[in-house]
């Protein structure tokens, strides 16, 4: 799988945590899910961000489209 790229958080102060990607938010994270995010980060942040943001790819999309049944 391909390094996810251009992930990065920021933990505030009132314990929101936001993820962007390319300096768009990705997501805001509130509360336990954001404890369990912080908890996680430490250990491969770009992929720990692209997890929790849905923004992955699992590298299968190109022979997905050349199936016989996904052609149209």
Do not use: C, K, S
Request: charged share 25%; proline share 3%.
């Amino acid at each position: 799988m391909g390094v996810a790229e251009g992930f990065r958080f920021v933990h505030r102060a009132d314990g929101t945590v936001v993820i962007t990607h390319h300096g768009r938010v990705a997501g805001t994270l509130r509360g336990a899910r954001a404890a369990q995010f912080l908890a996680e980060v430490d250990d491969d942040p770009q992929l720990v961000m692209a997890r929790w943001t849905g923004n992955y790819r699992r590298g299968n999309e190109r022979a997905a489209r050349q199936h016989p049944r996904n052609r149209g």
